[in-house]
């Protein structure tokens, strides 16, 4: 899928990590947010009473949250306002929306901390291990999903790096030599062949296969797309039905998040899957 603004990613996997939990842990509050060892500003909330905790900035060994970020180990108290251990210059917005236990896990990614999820009650509800075994599989799953992001991130800016050191002319060349190396390539019969010249057309692109999302069909009719072949001649040049390469091009447009041909190849090369 195409690429979000950083904010709006976030917002959307910490939303999905809060939901989860909301529906399998009988508390009534909610939040979490992102940022690194230092710090975590929390964004998104479920149940919250009042302003008080949106946006507020745990810092590292400040609250509860402090001790999670320093420790990178999950932490709960039974009784917040009577906690020692912690300190309690957050108390304001947490005693503010009546909290009595709360327990943090920390989102840590490849060893290194980037968030705090929480979950409180206001009641006699206490939160301890029995929670954290329903918090700690949703934590993994946010970690996991960010650690993703990060890597595809990571090799967009490496295929536009790639693209932004060499010349325009020398680019457009080897778009033109991939597209007509995978144009014959669909037209040999023969196996072994067809595979080699799949193997020269993939050392023109920056990403290597295992790191796409596009299946090689999709990439070929994208790559014709992209010099300005219109359906009926991509079908010509790849002996494809016409209903065929319009089912390749919906393909990749969903995988890539895209609403035209444009925005699809657009998508495709700022992930590095296309020249």
């Given at each position: 899928m195409a690429t979000s603004a950083p904010a709006e990613r976030d917002?959307?996997?910490?939303?999905?990590?809060?939901?989860?939990?909301?529906?399998?842990?009988?508390?009534?509050?909610f939040f979490a947010g992102l940022g690194d060892e230092e710090a975590a500003v929390q964004t998104e909330l479920l149940g919250q009473r009042t302003?008080?905790?949106?946006?507020?900035?745990?810092?590292?060994?400040?609250?509860?949250?402090g001790r999670a970020l320093?420790?990178?180990?999950?932490?709960?108290?039974r009784d917040y306002r009577t906690a020692r251990g912690i300190t309690h210059?957050?108390?304001r917005p947490v005693l503010g929306e009546g909290v009595t236990s709360i327990l943090v896990a920390p989102v840590v990614v490849t060893g290194t901390v980037r968030g705090l999820v929480y979950c409180g009650s206001r009641g006699s509800e206490t939160l301890g291990d029995a929670a954290l075994r329903v918090v700690a599989p949703h934590v993994r799953r946010l970690?996991?999903?960010?650690?993703?992001?990060d890597e595809v991130d990571r090799r967009v800016e490496?295929?536009?790096?790639?693209?932004?050191?060499?010349?325009?002319?020398?680019?457009?060349?080897?778009?033109?030599?991939?597209a007509e190396l995978r144009t014959i390539a669909s037209e040999v019969d023969d196996p072994a062949l067809r595979e080699r010249l799949d193997g020269l057309g993939d050392r023109l692109v920056p990403t290597t296969p295992e790191q796409r999302v596009l299946t090689r069909r999709e990439l070929d009719v994208l790559g014709l797309v992209a010099l300005g072949c219109g359906n009926a001649?991509?079908?010509?040049?790849?002996?494809?039905?016409?209903?065929t390469v319009r089912s390749y091009l919906r393909n990749a447009m969903r995988k890539l998040d895209a609403h035209s041909r444009l925005e699809a190849v657009t998508a495709a090369r700022r992930r590095g899957e296309l020249l």
């Open positions: 917002a959307d996997a910490l939303r999905t990590c809060l939901r989860g939990l909301r529906a399998e842990l009988p508390v009534p509050l302003s008080g905790l949106r946006n507020l900035r745990v810092r590292r060994g400040s609250g509860l949250g320093a420790e990178g180990r999950p932490a709960a108290v210059e957050y108390d970690a996991d999903e960010i650690r993703v992001r490496a295929a536009a790096a790639w693209t932004r050191e060499r010349d325009p002319r020398e680019v457009a060349s080897l778009r033109e030599l991939l001649e991509v079908a010509h040049r790849l002996d494809l039905g016409l209903e």
